[in-house]
């Protein structure tokens, strides 16, 4: 793995911690009343998917079990198409599919 590859990674780890940390024990009801928070979580949803896009194809191609296309394109809703977003979405991806992301990029980064 470059060693580009493994910062870029620990980094994206960090913002789903940052997410998680934001988000805290927030229901779906209170994320959504919350516009501070959505702003912020969003934010670090485009934190996260600009990183992703910078990994090497390389890495993207060792495990393909990882929707590196998924998080760049979701990265891309919420910068570009902020106001269609559909918070519930965002509340789910970070309650639900982000913790299933770290754990593949620390099952990456340990192999």
């Not at 789903?16 to 912020?40: C, I, P």
């Not at 977003?85 to 770290?102: G, K, N, Q």
Request: aromatic share 6%.
């Amino acid at each position: 793995m470059e060693h580009r590859d493994l910062i870029t990674l620990q980094k994206i780890l960090s913002e789903l911690s940052v997410a998680k940390e934001l988000l805290g024990d927030a229901s779906l009801d209170a994320f959504l009343e919350n516009e501070m928070l959505k702003r912020a979580v969003c934010m670090t949803v485009i934190n996260i998917g600009e990183l992703a896009k910078s990994l090497t194809e390389q890495l993207k191609g060792r495990d393909p079990s990882i929707p590196w296309k998924a998080v760049s394109g979701f990265r891309d809703i919420a910068a570009h198409k902020y106001q269609t977003l559909r918070m519930e979405d965002v509340y789910t991806t970070v309650t639900s599919d982000f913790p299933i992301l770290a754990e593949q990029i620390i099952s990456l980064i340990e192999q």
